[in-house]
């Protein structure tokens, strides 16, 4: 147990991305003292750490940010329609100071534990600075995406050159110029980052796994007049984010992709092409489901990649043969065509497999490859990675880790809750839709159902909510039926944790779809916090 704690706050949230921010001032606004806890210097959670070249957003960006400020809203014009990283950082970091955010977030602090005392019915906090703090509440705000995956080669620490993990770019700006580059990993951040290092560097040379599909963003400039228009209707606009399965005011698909003709099959996929953005995910219904239709999208892309891509034995590399959709659907810019570069080779690391980094380079089992730079792009331990590396802990001592059965049995109640753990609340946690649907709307459902909670708590004189364990049993039971009536939990990918060597493979992401899942919470809510059980203050609530 940690004692002494110096200071005592009604919540602690740890984190300053767009779910500590949001968390913030939507506590505070109620009357709360709140502390956010952040480990880098700044405002911005993956927006801060993911500075490498190319990155940037695959959600429009009209719908990839705050809606419950129609001010805020208003106020903010995005450049264009997939923006950068350095334009979303700025974003987040206009929402601190219009809201008058930081003075309530101590940065460069990292929460190490918090356990949950069962006498005094508070978490108490541990930060890496020594010190401890106390709350009634504990909210995570650490993102799905945070804990980055270095895999474990041979020989790194001897390797001569620089090395860098897409997540964790530095700030200041990396030049590839006239240098041997290598980049493991064909991601959603290798595939963004791949073309824009090839246009600076001499050589570089792609260490691919596993091909992905990926469609044209064809980002642009956003005009004025379409900028106003959504602006004037935000209040529809946001209704439609919100009712929606995605996030986004996406048209749902009606029709089976092996009910209609060939031809216009072919014409909807080509128009989504054209079109740019994740459109041939969202063509048909049954992508995702049905094998047979899924192999229509996905021979649409392998085709097109062979279109694209003039060297033949570059483009077979470069064809995926796993269900399209079920990895996160990449849009691309000038990807498959930087294949077509003199100075871009591709590395089949499967057949070529890489058997450890040297002083100068990489060895694969067929060559070495001389590299002045070596990038990992190589992912995250998603969903649960964040949470296990803090040192979580509820009634009993029971740890988070010891509760998911290291991640053999990762349950929750509504992925915002778990039995064990009152007071404990998790933003996008593992069972919520989290980044199967649009994160900022994702993010914005949990915080407003978390901070509605905890108002009725105040109000009803509760002094601890914590999740029961049938109700977790069954939403839990729920998740995995809904995930295992499609092709997502057939693919080897960060949603399966299939990326981790020794991950359990469990799919944690709720596929019911962010409008059904947000009626859902509301409903609980609305019945008195169905499923969870709820224990008076032997004394008014203060907090
Ligand atoms: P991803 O999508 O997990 O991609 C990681 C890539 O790194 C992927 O191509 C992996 O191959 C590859 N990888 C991982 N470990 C290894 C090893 N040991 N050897 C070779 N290659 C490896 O991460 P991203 O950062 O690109 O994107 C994460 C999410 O951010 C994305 O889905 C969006 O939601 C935003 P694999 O496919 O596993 O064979």
Same mark, same amino acid.
């Given at each position: ?299 649409? *892309? !392998?085709? @097109?990649? #062979?279109?694209?891509? +003039? ?9 995926? %043969? &796993? ?68 040192? *979580? !802990?509820? @009634?009993? #001592?029971?740890?988070? +880790? ?9 349950? %929750? &109640? ?130």
């Amino acid at each position: 147990h940690l004692t002494n704690y110096n200071e005592s706050f009604d919540a602690v949230v740890i984190g300053a991305g767009f779910s500590g921010l949001y968390m913030l001032y939507r506590l505070r606004e109620a009357g709360f003292s709140t502390r956010v806890y952040e480990a880098a210097d700044g405002v911005g959670g993956t927006w801060y750490w993911n500075r490498y070249p190319g990155a940037r957003c695959d959600s429009e960006s009209i719908y990839y940010n705050y809606t419950f400020s129609e001010e805020l809203y208003r106020e903010w014009t995005w450049s264009s329609r997939y923006p950068e990283q350095p334009e979303i950082l700025r974003y987040l970091n206009f929402v601190a100071d219009k809201f008058d955010l930081r003075p309530d977030i101590q940065f460069e602090t990292r929460v190490n534990a918090a356990h949950y005392d069962e006498e005094t019915k508070r978490w108490q906090i541990e930060l890496n600075d020594g010190t401890s703090v106390s709350a009634k509440y504990f909210i995570t705000g650490v993102g799905c995406l945070s804990a980055s995956n270095l895999p474990k080669f041979n020989g790194l620490e001897n390797f001569k050159g620089e090395w860098y993990h897409t997540g964790h770019w530095p700030h200041h700006k990396v030049d590839f110029t006239g240098k041997r580059v290598g980049i493991i990993g064909t991601g959603s951040s290798g595939v963004q980052a791949i073309p824009v290092i090839a246009r600076e560097a001499e050589h570089l040379t792609v260490f691919q796994r596993t091909p992905q599909y990926s469609a044209p963003a064809r980002n642009h400039p956003y005009d004025l007049e379409y900028i106003k228009r959504s602006k004037e209707n935000f209040l529809e606009i946001k209704k439609q984010m919100r009712e929606s399965q995605g996030g986004q005011p996406v048209e749902v698909p009606t029709k089976s992709a092996l009910e209609v003709t060939s031809e216009e099959r072919q014409q909807k996929f080509e128009e989504a092409w054209q079109t740019g953005g994740q459109g041939i995910f969202t063509s048909y219904y049954d992508i995702t489901v049905d094998p047979k239709a899924n192999e229509t999208a996905s021979e649409f *892309i !392998r085709s @097109k990649i #062979g279109e694209i891509v +003039k060297k033949p034995e570059v483009a077979e590399k470069l064809k995926p %043969t &796993y269900y399209y959709g079920t990895k996160r659907p990449i849009i691309d810019t000038d990807y498959y065509e930087t294949f077509n570069r003199d100075n871009v080779s591709l590395v089949d690391v499967r057949t070529n497999r890489i058997e450890e980094i040297t002083d100068n380079g990489l060895q694969t089992t067929e060559a070495e490859y001389e590299l002045d730079v070596l990038v990992f792009a190589t992912g995250f331990d998603g969903m649960t990675g964040p949470l296990l590396k803090i040192d *979580i !802990r509820g @009634k009993d #001592g029971v740890s988070l +880790k010891e509760k998911w059965k290291g991640g053999e049995d990762t349950r %929750t &109640y509504l992925g915002v809750a778990n039995a064990g753990f009152p007071n404990f609340f998790m933003i996008t946690g593992p069972e919520s839709p989290s980044v199967l649907s649009n994160m900022p709307v994702s993010i914005e459902q949990h915080v407003e159902w978390i901070g509605d909670c905890i108002e009725y708590m105040r109000e009803n004189n509760i002094d601890t909510i914590e999740a029961k364990v049938d109700a977790e049993e069954a939403w839990s039971k729920h998740c995995r039926e809904v995930a295992e009536a499609t092709l997502f939990t057939k693919t080897d990918s960060w949603y399966t944790g299939a990326n981790i060597p020794g991950k359990p493979r469990r799919f944690l992401i709720y596929l019911g779809g962010g409008g059904a899942y947000r009626q859902k919470c509301a409903e609980i809510a609305a019945n008195g916090y169905e499923g969870f059980s709820l224990e008076a203050a032997s004394e008014p609530v203060t907090g």
